[in-house]
């Protein structure tokens, strides 16, 4: 996970008139503790809505040493059967490219939504080989979309994506839409990047503010110890 992957959902959310904080959430292959660019942190989704599911197969949890809530083969229908259509927000943050079948992952994040509800992707374009356990694929926007919207999704015609763009770190892609059946979020003012949106007043980073832990990744990133 990257803070500026989370800056950007939160910004987005809040541009389309949704709250975070409300109805029930997962994290697709987050975990209560995750990597937060250079460390390990609190998962910051769960500062924004303390009742936030973490769906994990194992690996990423095990290393973060927190075990998420469910840990299935996210690519097994059967074995996610029973968190069909539960959730109001479903967020996925760095982890389409490691998964063997991103159509699959994504009709399963469709599957797992509830009418109305709403997903957030976020994944990397240019970035480094870094096995969790496989690293797979890159997504331009268009390829983001296309994992929603090809029909190789066999679950695509009860969605529509409202945004897919370059996030504000040029290396990573998002996606945001809704789920047909449900209330239709209003369609606010069109942009082409998080950036030139208002800042949420959901600071979940903040607490790693006050505890020097930017600091600290800042000075790993430079080398200093």
Sequence with gaps: MRRSAVEDCLRILNHFGTDPSKGEAIDVGGAPRVHLDTGFAPNPLL??????????????????????????????????????????????FDTLEHSANPFAFCEHLLAITRPGGCIYVSTVFSWAYHPSPEDHFRFSPS???LTLESPLNHL??????????????????????????????????????????????????????????????????????
């Excluded at 599911?53 to 059967?81: K, R, T």
């Design 47 to 92: 500062s924004l809505n303390p009742g936030t599911v973490c769906l994990d197969q194992g690996f990423a949890s095990g290393l973060a040493g927190a075990p998420a809530q469910e840990s299935v083969d996210f690519l097994d229908g059967n074995a996610i059967a029973h968190l069909r259509e539960r959730f109001d927000r479903v967020y996925c």
């Design 143 to 145: 390829g983001l979309r």
């Design 156 to 225: 695509r015609e009860t969605f529509r994506v409202l945004w897919a763009g370059w996030e504000s770190d040029p290396h990573g892609v998002a996606l945001f839409g809704q789920k047909a059946g449900g209330r239709d979020l209003a369609i606010p003012p069109p942009f082409t990047s998080p950036r030139e949106l208002s800042p949420s007043h959901f600071n979940v980073l903040a607490g790693l503010e006050r505890s020097g832990f930017w600091k600290r990744a800042s000075r790993l990133r430079q080398g200093a110890p």
